[in-house]
């Protein structure tokens, strides 16, 4: 009896579901509205999160995100996958794998990453967009990071994002202006493992659409910087990113991650592939 | 001699009332005056009318008025001086309870129909930034 009306409950949620994403396929933001998958699976641009809720549902709509994403510097690379789910552009759920293999070895981290949209309109209104997020992360790496003496292995990040997309900016151009601050404890964003301590960041990202399909931006990446006996460097990009359509966004970058593991100029690469479905 | 300080004075005179008469094209003439706005406003409303997604919305529309309107309302806030003698943007949306992303699918076949009729990016964005300004008037009426 009671699994049945468990099961009951289920077969509706999923009716639900199935319902929510086959009505509307989730195409009622404007092209690039719905940002990147980030490296840590929140929207946003690739290595921060922004207000902007995962793929382009409005009000009534929901949408499924894969994404698949590489770093490449002098001595690391990164491997992260993500899918997110957007919901009615106001929630955001999203799960990462991250890979990171470094000289002699590998690490990894999975993020649970979640976002509510709380006040205003990334376009419309008088008030921009302002989202709360976080990021439960933990290391799949534990032994390797047991090694090497880290013992915290798992943490949250608590975010804040203020967004707003300025139809008509500087050179009558629209412009993706982005600012998040971050309460963490992750030591170089908890591939490291997390110190005892959190610390407030502050994370900035500016784009301009170059047309509807093409947008040209920059990203700014504060970190906490108290791993013992290591360096922890800001994060900098340039990218650009192109909205084809709907379905499928590409985005390059060149990053400046500064030194990591005591392996300073780690500069490179970022490449990132992205569906919705 | 002083037929020629005469001739000088006429010419800076001139020359003073042209710079008088030179004003900055606005958004309007940039968007081709009367005769482009009025170009612009037939391919949006063939646009909508084209569109599944939204073209329900039309279902009880006069066209000829609608055209007329929008030719008007686009011309007021492209600053070409025209008045708008339409109803309000709440009272012309009224029961129509327009979403969000129906909006969203106006401001594309908007950028499909500019693109169309050549309107650059930049004046494109223009005229989508002061039209974006009736997006709470619009909306869920």
Redesign the interface.
């Known amino acids: 009896m009671g699994l049945k009306i468990v099961s009951a409950k289920f077969g509706f949620v999923l009716a639900l579901y199935a319902t929510a994403f086959s009505a509307?396929a989730g195409?009622?933001?404007?092209?690039g509205a719905g940002g990147l998958i980030s490296i840590e699976g929140s929207a946003g641009g690739g290595i921060s999160p922004w207000a902007v809720i995962a793929g382009y549902n409005?009000?009534?709509?929901c949408s499924a995100l894969a994404a698949s994403a590489r770093v490449e510097t002098d001595d690391y690379q990164l491997q992260t996958n993500s899918v997110a789910i957007g919901a009615y552009?106001r929630v955001e759920l999203s799960f990462t794998r991250q890979n990171f293999t470094i000289p002699g070895g590998r690490l990894g981290l999975d993020i649970i990453g979640a976002k509510v949209r709380i006040a205003g309109d990334l376009?419309?209104?008088p008030y921009p967009q302002i989202s709360l997020g976080a990021q439960l992360k933990r290391s799949s790496e534990g032994t390797t990071l047991s090694a090497l003496g880290i013992a915290d292995q798992k943490d949250v990040d608590l975010y804040a994002s203020v967004s707003r997309l300025?139809?008509?900016g500087p050179?009558?151009?629209?412009w993706l202006v982005n600012a998040t601050m971050r309460a963490t404890k992750a030591q170089q964003t908890g591939l490291l493992g997390f110190s005892r301590d959190r610390k407030w960041v502050l994370e900035g990202s500016a784009a301009m659409l170059?047309?509807?399909n093409l947008a040209l931006g920059m990203e700014y990446k504060s970190k906490p910087d108290q791993i013992p006996g290591l360096r922890e460097d800001d994060w900098k990009d340039v990218f650009v990113a192109w909205f084809p359509n709907k379905n499928l966004t590409l985005a390059v970058a060149y990053v400046d991650l500064g030194s990591i593991a005591g392996r300073k100029n780690q500069n490179g690469y970022f490449f990132t592939l992205q569906g919705q479905f | 001699m002083s037929l020629n300080r005469l001739f000088s004075l006429v010419s800076v005179l001139a020359l003073l009332s042209a710079c008088a008469t030179v004003r900055t094209p606005t958004l309007y003439d940039d968007l081709g005056g009367k005769a482009g706005v009025a170009r612009l406003v037939d391919t949006l409303i063939a646009k909508y009318r084209a569109d599944s997604r939204i073209n329900d919305l039309f279902n009880e529309t006069n066209f000829e008025y609608f055209s007329e309107r929008l030719n008007e309302y686009i011309c007021l806030v492209s600053d070409g001086g025209c008045e708008y003698t339409g109803l309000s943007m709440e009272e012309a949306h009224s029961g129509m309870d327009i979403?969000?992303?129906?909006?969203?699918?106006f401001?594309?076949d908007s950028?499909a129909a500019m693109t169309e009729v050549g309107i650059s990016?930049?004046?494109q964005?223009?005229l989508?930034?002061v039209l974006?300004r009736d997006?709470?008037a619009v909306i869920r009426q």
Do not use: C, P
Not at chain 1, 58 to 61: H, I, S, T
Not at chain 2, 99 to 105: H, I, L, Q, V
């Open positions: 509307y195409d009622g933001k404007l092209l409005e009000a009534d709509q552009n376009i419309y209104g300025f139809l008509s050179l009558d151009r629209s170059l047309n509807r | 979403k969000e992303r129906e909006f969203n699918y401001v594309e950028q990016v930049g004046v964005n223009r989508l930034k974006a997006h709470g």
